[in-house]
C-alpha cells in the first residue's frame, strides 16, 4: 500500500476504485467506465510491454482498440504448453461462436473511451469475460480493431487452476452467445 499511496500523492490524477467481492470483470468493468481520458489502457499483472503503447500510440488515429495478441505473427508465446494450448482452444471457440477475426482478447488493451462508453454497459459479463465480450461486442458494432505481437512471459503462476475454469469459461461463451443473439 506505501507505493500506491506515494504514486497518488505524487500525481493528483490517479485514484484507487474498490469494489466490495474480488471480481477480475467487475474491476475492470469499473476502471473502464471511470476512466476519464481520451483511451483507455489495461495491463495484466502477467506481462508489460512499452513496446505496446508505443505501437498502440502509433496505431491510435486509425483504431478504436488495440490489442496485444501472443498469436499473430511477430508475437512469442513463452508460457507453458498447456497455457497455450488453451489459448489456441479459446481463440477456436471464439471462431466457432462468434466468428471472431481478433486472436486474442486476454491481452493488454487500449480501448478509445468513447468504445468503452458505447459498449461497456451491454457486456453482461464479469470474472474472466468480461473483456472477451467487452471486444466481441465492439468487433460486432464495426469499431476498428488493431492487433499488436508481443512476447509473452509469464512473471507469476496462476491464481486459479486452469483446467478448474474451463467449465466456467465454456458456461460463460454459451451466456454471451446468448446474450447477442438475444440483442440482435
Not at 50 to 60: D, H, I, N, P, T
Not at 90 to 98: G, I, Q, S, V
Amino acid at each position: 500500500m506505501q507505493l500506491v499511496d506515494g504514486c497518488l500523492q505524487a500525481d493528483e490524477r490517479l485514484r484507487v476504485l474498490s469494489l466490495p467481492e474480488p471480481d477480475y470483470g467487475a474491476a475492470m468493468r469499473a476502471g473502464f467506465l471511470a476512466a476519464t481520458g481520451s483511451w483507455v489502457v489495461n495491463f495484466d499483472i502477467d506481462y508489460f510491454s512499452a513496446g505496446f503503447l508505443r505501437e498502440g500510440l502509433a496505431m491510435s488515429e486509425s483504431s478504436d482498440l488495440i490489442l496485444a495478441s501472443k498469436r499473430i505473427a511477430g508475437s512469442e508465446d513463452r508460457r507453458g504448453a498447456l497455457r497455450r494450448i488453451g489459448t489456441a482452444g479459446f481463440n477456436l471457440m471464439l471462431r466457432l461462436l462468434f466468428r471472431s477475426k481478433v486472436t486474442d482478447t486476454h491481452c493488454m488493451k487500449m480501448v478509445r473511451t468513447s468504445v468503452v462508453d458505447a459498449v461497456a454497459p451491454f457486456v453482461v459479463s464479469t470474472l474472466d469475460l468480461f473483456d472477451t465480450e467487452l471486444v466481441l461486442r465492439a468487433e460486432r458494432a464495426g469499431y476498428r480493431i488493431r492487433e499488436v505481437p508481443v512476447v509473452v512471459e509469464e512473471v507469476r503462476d496462476a491464481r486459479s487452476s486452469f483446467l478448474g475454469r474451463v467449465p466456467r469459461t465454456l458456461l460463460g461463451l454459451l451466456r454471451i452467445r446468448w446474450h447477442l443473439w438475444r440483442d440482435r
